[in-house]
């Protein structure tokens, strides 16, 4: 049974950074898909960023594509998200999950399989 504990959170100014951790528990994340997936006020959580569980392939949504980057520290269990170029939409509480599925479309990114969420921290980009 895996457990996640997300942390780092916190208010920033717009342009600024964010580090996004996501510590796990019970289970190694080394050969996981894993992911981060936001949920601003009034709207669906989505996902934005996912580590494949068959190839290791990091995907994003096209939203953060660019600023955002997600890794793993395989030796600490822990799933990273950095943040950049911080902008007041990127405003919601973060989440991580294990996913058993995760890709890239036209569409845009398609996850599925979250077995195991973390409980959010909650991102404020002031403008």
């Known amino acids: 049974h895996v457990q996640l504990q997300a942390s780092g959170g916190g208010l920033v100014q717009a342009g600024g950074s964010l580090t996004l951790s996501c510590a796990a528990s019970g289970a190694s994340l080394a050969y996981a898909g894993v992911g981060w997936f936001r949920q601003a006020p009034g709207k669906e959580r989505d996902g934005i960023s996912c580590?494949?569980?068959?190839?290791?392939?990091?995907y994003y949504a096209d939203s953060v594509l660019g600023r955002f980057t997600t890794s793993r520290d395989n030796a600490k269990n822990t799933l990273y998200l950095q943040m950049n170029s911080l902008k007041p939409e990127d405003t919601a509480v973060y989440y991580c999950?294990?996913?058993?599925?995760?890709?890239?479309?036209?569409?845009?990114?398609?996850?599925?399989?979250?077995?195991?969420w973390g409980k959010g921290t909650q991102v404020t980009v002031s403008s």
């Open positions: 999950a294990t996913v058993y599925y995760c890709a890239k479309y036209n569409r845009g990114l398609i996850t599925g399989g979250m077995d195991y």
């Open positions: 580590i494949s569980r068959s190839d290791g392939s990091t």
